[in-house]
């Protein structure tokens, strides 16, 4: 953050008052960091559900079910809240928001007043309706307890079953497998990651899993569970049953935007935001994986990434002070699957042409880019993360480049970058 940006906040900023955040997650602690980082110096009082503070939600899929942390890294060092005057709530949960008072409830406390409020609930994980659902061994992956709870149902040699073929069901089926857990990937769909990676990316990950143990089966719809005292098998609908000692749904999230909708704020899967953050109701912001966003390419919808996360909070933050600067997102996120590092920015799918840098199949460093008219509008690399920075700069200033270019190993990445910085110089 820039000494002129910092200054230019603080003199024209409203006067302090009474900032409140609800969550006390990634977003919610970046945008009390931010606040703080551009000089403001009102109240700031950040509520959480969680009885602990921000920590990496990312390894809970990784290190922290593999058991290489037993505690998943704190996002801010533990006295920095105390340092930087933050009120810091933990364990609270906000029973209601009257945006027309600038008061929140909550539950066996005081009401609290606001004079801006920022709204960083995050996301719950989608429900599976079916029987069997509530039998003991049964595990979905949100919090710090969660991962606690299913990396001591993964012994080596047991059965997972992990409903469902997204990040998180891939990430944790390769976290189990390394364990010596033998483990069936259940995906109701005819490919997996199709909405994050593409079609090409998706089955590239499939055969990687398949090569690590992984056994995966596409089109396997979910009918019930079954199980005396806990779950013992998941039968799915075309008769076939998978023998289970555990069991992971992951079959995505939908935004935490309860409060939000019964305050009378505007939602749509998840509360709709202009460009800074700003809600339909005064003074009220929202931030990360709640958080409606509209994005460069056009649509709106929440990101569920934790560098958007952060993004965002950038944004919000300045406009609670004053300054606000409308910023689309641009969906950039990563993961690691079967050893492989992969990095996203912008869309994988639409119009265009596909062009692709490297071979995967070879070992060698893999980016996919699609070329729509002469801009890269999105970009996805595996085991390639020098090379992802430069693509990511292609996305996000959309340097007219040429594909031909652009797919030619003997063309230096960074070369292509040069026409943006010339026209930024002039």
Same mark, same amino acid.
Not at 193 to 212: F, K
């Given at each position: 953050?820039?000494?002129?940006?910092?200054?230019?906040?603080?003199?024209?900023?409203?006067?302090?008052?009474?900032?409140?955040?609800?969550?006390?997650?990634?977003?919610?602690?970046?945008?009390?960091?931010?606040?703080?980082?551009?000089?403001?110096?009102?109240?700031?009082?950040?509520?959480?559900?969680?009885?602990?503070?921000?920590?990496?939600?990312?390894?809970?899929?990784?290190?922290? /079910?593999?058991?290489?942390?037993?505690?998943?890294?704190?996002? /801010?060092?533990?006295?920095?809240?105390?340092?930087?005057?933050?009120?810091? /709530?933990?364990?609270?949960?906000?029973?209601?928001?009257?945006?027309?008072?600038?008061?929140?409830?909550?539950?066996?406390?005081?009401?609290?007043?606001?004079?801006?409020?920022? %709204?960083?609930?995050?996301?719950?994980?989608? +429900?599976?309706?079916?029987?069997?659902?509530?039998?003991?061994?049964?595990?979905?992956?949100?919090?710090?307890?969660?991962?606690?709870?299913?990396?001591? !149902?993964?012994?080596?040699?047991?059965?997972?079953?992990?409903?469902?073929?997204?990040?998180?069901?891939? *990430?944790?089926?390769?976290?189990?497998?390394?364990?010596?857990?033998?483990?069936?990937?259940?995906?109701?769909?005819?490919? %997996?990651?199709?909405?994050?990676?593409?079609?090409?990316?998706?089955?590239?990950?499939?055969?990687?899993?398949?090569?690590?143990?992984?056994?995966?089966?596409?089109?396997?719809?979910?009918?019930?569970?079954?199980? +005396?005292?806990?779950?013992?098998?998941?039968?799915?609908?075309?008769?076939?049953?998978?023998?289970?000692?555990?069991?992971?749904?992951?079959?995505?999230?939908?935004?935490?935007?309860?409060?939000?909708?019964?305050?009378?704020?505007?939602?749509?899967?998840?509360?709709?935001?202009?460009?800074?953050?700003?809600?339909?109701?005064?003074?009220?912001?929202?931030?990360?994986?709640?958080? !409606?966003?509209?994005?460069?390419?056009?649509?709106?919808?929440?990101?569920?990434?934790?560098?958007?996360?952060?993004?965002?909070?950038?944004?919000?933050?300045? !406009?609670?002070?004053?300054?606000?600067?409308?910023?689309?997102?641009?969906?950039?996120?990563?993961?690691?699957?079967?050893?492989?590092?992969? +990095?996203?920015?912008?869309?994988?799918?639409?119009?265009? *042409?596909?062009?692709?840098?490297?071979?995967?199949?070879?070992?060698?460093?893999?980016?996919?880019?699609?070329?729509?008219?002469?801009?890269?509008?999105?970009?996805?690399?595996?085991?390639?993360?020098?090379?992802?920075?430069?693509?990511?700069?292609?996305?996000?200033?959309?340097?007219?480049?040429?594909?031909?270019?652009?797919?030619?190993?003997?063309?230096?990445?960074?070369?292509?970058?040069?026409?943006?910085?010339?026209?930024?110089?002039?």
């Amino acid at each position: 953050m820039s000494a002129h940006w910092v200054e230019a906040m603080t003199n024209h900023a409203p006067k302090p008052g009474t900032i409140v955040i609800i969550g006390a997650g990634l977003a919610g602690s970046m945008t009390a960091r931010a606040l703080r980082a551009a000089g403001y110096t009102g109240r700031i009082c950040l509520i959480g559900e969680e009885p602990i503070a921000a920590y990496d939600r990312p390894s809970l899929s990784k290190t922290v /079910l593999a058991g290489e942390h037993e505690q998943a890294p704190a996002i /801010l060092e533990p006295d920095w809240y105390a340092n930087n005057g933050i009120e810091l /709530l933990l364990g609270k949960r906000v029973t209601a928001i009257e945006p027309e008072l600038h008061r929140v409830h909550i539950e066996s406390s005081e009401p609290l007043n606001y004079d801006r409020l920022v %709204l960083a609930t995050g996301a719950h994980a989608r +429900q599976m309706r079916v029987p069997g659902v509530t039998l003991p061994g049964i595990h979905r992956l949100r919090h710090h307890v969660d991962s606690v709870a299913l990396r001591a !149902a993964l012994r080596p040699g047991s059965a997972l079953v992990v409903v469902g073929g997204g990040l998180i069901g891939c *990430e944790v089926a390769t976290t189990a497998r390394k364990a010596g857990v033998e483990v069936t990937l259940l995906e109701a769909a005819d490919e %997996l990651m199709t909405r994050v990676l593409g079609r090409r990316i998706g089955r590239w990950c499939r055969g990687e899993l398949e090569r690590l143990g992984v056994q995966v089966r596409l089109g396997a719809q979910v009918e019930r569970f079954e199980g +005396q005292d806990r779950v013992e098998a998941v039968v799915c609908k075309d008769g076939s049953r998978v023998e289970a000692d555990a069991v992971l749904i992951s079959i995505g999230a939908e935004p935490a935007d309860e409060l939000a909708r019964a305050a009378g704020i505007a939602c749509e899967r998840g509360i709709r935001v202009d460009a800074t953050g700003a809600t339909s109701a005064p003074d009220v912001y929202a931030v990360g994986d709640v958080a !409606a966003w509209p994005l460069r390419g056009g649509g709106q919808r929440s990101l569920e990434t934790y560098l958007n996360s952060q993004a965002q909070a950038e944004v919000v933050a300045a !406009a609670l002070l004053g300054q606000a600067v409308p910023a689309p997102q641009v969906p950039t996120s990563w993961t690691e699957i079967a050893g492989h590092r992969i +990095q996203m920015v912008g869309d994988p799918e639409g119009p265009g *042409e596909i062009v692709t840098r490297g071979d995967a199949e070879a070992g060698s460093p893999l980016i996919v880019f699609r070329v729509d008219g002469d801009h890269v509008e999105g970009a996805i690399a595996i085991d390639a993360s020098r090379e992802f920075s430069v693509a990511s700069r292609l996305v996000n200033a959309r340097t007219p480049v040429s594909p031909r270019a652009l797919g030619d190993p003997s063309v230096n990445l960074r070369d292509l970058l040069k026409p943006a910085a010339a026209a930024a110089r002039g």
